[in-house]
């Protein structure tokens, strides 16, 4: 089987042949390969060549991103405050150039997609993250109740961008799937009230998650923290499954797959045991074992490899993870 092969059918609770999909979606941080590179990584390696050096199943990145390209002038604020504010800053947003890149990317990788030799995620900017983005963490929490008027403006303007994004996109080639960047939850749970969820962001994922559908991508979120209690606000909105799903903040994918027997899912190993040898990394994946074999589920680390796992830790990761992919899949 191709990698795509493996990741498309693990997205559609269908069999692998030989294993699960090996995936890192978000790999390691800067600072683990520079350590790696002083434990023997080659030094030159790319980060291409870093995903074959450990046999992973790459999943390549298409990005898209709402916010300011190119240069604001001075006198235009990137921080939006109010209405005027983010007319004066709008014509820098939803770039055309933006959506052109990424068609270009998708030009370049479609010998390849369509080979079968890696997946494609298609990054799009959510309706919780894009407003946080160019207001700022404090305005935006205040703007759900000061001015709500604003918020599905730039929302609005959002759902529109994303569409034209898939539509350019779709001409060219078909993502495997789409990652909302949301980021709205926390280690103790949801950054907003489901009221204020169906109010200012359900209505866009409504417009927009269909269309998805309607082409065969699966639609997924990226929202750190513990996203348990906000399962059921993404699945009404049309989502289909979440990832990172951190074990620090307490998501217990077991209890998940109980509870939601058609949600997908990626992420999940704690990457907090790989530092610490086989033995925890085994029990770990043990832990992950019975949800690996129900489908649904692409198995990673919960977030980038940290830099106190050792190259000689990471490498027991990667033969473990080939171990239990295999397993998985008889």
């Not at 900017?125 to 700022?136: E, H, K, L």
Request: charged share 25%; with cysteine; proline share 6%.
């Amino acid at each position: 089987m191709t990698a795509r092969d493996r990741f498309v059918r693990t997205l559609n609770f269908q069999n692998c042949d030989d294993r699960l999909p090996m995936v890192e979606w978000a790999a390691w941080w800067d600072l683990t390969i520079e350590r790696w590179k002083t434990e023997g990584l080659p030094k030159d390696i790319s980060w291409d060549d870093s995903l074959a050096h450990f046999a992973l199943d790459p999943l390549v990145l298409i990005g898209t991103g709402a916010g300011p390209a190119g240069d604001v002038p001075p006198a235009i604020s990137r921080i939006v405050t109010d209405e005027a504010s983010y007319e004066a800053l709008r014509p820098y947003l939803f770039s055309d150039a933006g959506i052109a890149g990424a068609v270009e990317q998708a030009r370049r990788l479609k010998a390849g997609h369509d080979r079968g030799d890696f997946s494609i995620r298609l990054w799009l900017d959510g309706y919780f993250w894009f407003p946080r983005a160019q207001m700022g963490i404090e305005q935006h929490m205040l703007a759900f109740f000061d001015q709500p008027e604003l918020m599905h403006r730039m929302n609005r303007d959002l759902a529109d961008y994303n569409l034209k994004v898939i539509d350019a996109l779709c001409r060219v080639l078909t993502p495997d799937m789409v990652g909302f960047a949301e980021d709205m939850s926390y280690n103790h749970g949801p950054m907003l009230s489901r009221g204020f969820f169906d109010e200012f962001l359900r209505p866009y994922y409504e417009r927009t998650v269909p269309e998805m559908k309607r082409r065969g991508i699966k639609v997924l979120v990226d929202t750190d923290g513990d996203v348990t209690t906000m399962i059921p606000w993404l699945l009404a909105a049309g989502i289909e499954g979440v990832y990172p799903l951190e074990r620090q903040a307490g998501v217990d994918v077991a209890k998940l797959r109980a509870a939601f027997p058609r949600l997908l899912m990626m992420g999940g190993f704690d990457k907090m045991v790989m530092s610490r040898g086989e033995a925890p990394m085994r029990a770990e994946f043990e832990r992950l074992l019975p949800v690996m074999r129900s489908g649904g589920y692409v198995p990673s680390v919960d977030h980038q490899t940290p830099p106190e796992v050792s190259l000689a830790n990471y490498q027991i990761y990667v033969r473990l993870f080939r171990e239990y992919c295999e397993r998985a899949a008889r």
